[in-house]
């Protein structure tokens, strides 16, 4: 286990740490475009995708300035005409710490660790965050923000739908979405993901690094799922049940679906969408 390497804050990491809780929506946005982290420019009409995945813990002190981050990227999600989706992925090592993460999940830090593998990484580390399935990115530096995002929005992608989601009238618990994908022109396979997550969860933390913290997250994914194949040249047209965990408000889920590249590679499509109550 390893936790990020603690540069100096940057201006961002400083501002991002403490904005949450004292200023409003509208300067939250002023400060961060002026930092080169979001826009407020008008959305394409089919907006290119660009996917970024936060490995973190209640119990890593390093990761609450990440954690905001993502929430002002969810707040704020067009960027250079693209639109930014967000994942909040909470590992489980550090659960040993002296804080058990309410929301860890062995299934996704088996997924860092796919990463780790894939990317050539020494070992795991939080926060980590991920775009495209390719890059790593640095919450303190909003240089390097702005240039991994940059590149994402100018890269292709394939149309991925989900056009229809609803939750059971006679079950609250589950949901059905339509995903849909168009076909790719890739030499392989692709898998067909679907994330279930919690649009925000509070945390008291009692112990550990955060003990005595109020936390707030956002996209906080609580179940992914591998729902299929895209293979070369043929779409992907299928209806997938979820269940979600008792006691989940419905009005409080995202669903996300995304194709990506085994290994965990390149992603190569995704979407956002809130369930039909």
Not at 26 to 53: M, Y
Not at 67 to 81: C, E, N, V
Not at 144 to 153: F, G, K, P, S
Not at 247 to 267: H, S
């Amino acid at each position: 286990m390893q936790r990020s390497p603690l540069a100096p804050l940057s201006l961002v990491a400083l501002l991002l740490a403490g904005l949450l809780n004292v200023q409003s929506t509208t300067s939250i946005q002023a400060q961060a475009q002026s930092l080169g982290v979001v826009t407020n420019e008008t959305p394409d009409a089919d907006p290119r995708p660009i996917f970024v995945e936060l490995f973190t813990s209640e119990g890593c002190s390093s990761c609450p300035p990440a954690d905001a981050l993502l929430q002002q990227m969810d707040t704020s999600p067009h960027f250079a005409g693209a639109q930014l989706i967000v994942l909040s992925e909470h590992v489980t090592y550090w659960d040993r710490d002296g804080w058990k993460d309410p929301n860890s999940s062995a299934e996704l830090t088996k997924r860092q660790a796919a990463y780790v593998q894939a990317l050539g990484l020494k070992e795991p580390y939080t926060p980590q965050l991920i775009v495209n399935g390719t890059r790593e990115m640095s919450a303190n530096d909003p240089t390097q923000i702005d240039n991994i995002l940059r590149e994402a929005a100018s890269t292709s992608t394939i149309p991925v739908r989900i056009r229809e989601a609803t939750v059971d009238a006679g079950n609250p618990m589950l949901v059905r979405m339509h995903v849909a994908a168009d076909g790719s022109s890739d030499k392989q396979n692709a898998d067909v993901y679907v994330a279930v997550a919690l649009d925000r969860v509070e945390s008291q933390v009692l112990h550990g690094e955060n003990g005595g913290r109020h936390l707030t997250h956002v996209a906080v994914v609580v179940e992914l799922k591998n729902v299929g194949k895209l293979s070369k040249g043929k779409s992907f047209d299928e209806v997938v049940q979820l269940n979600l965990k008792p006691g989940t408000d419905p009005k409080n889920v995202r669903l996300v679906a995304f194709v990506q590249e085994p290994g965990p590679g390149k992603l190569l499509g995704a979407a956002l969408r809130k369930p039909g109550i």
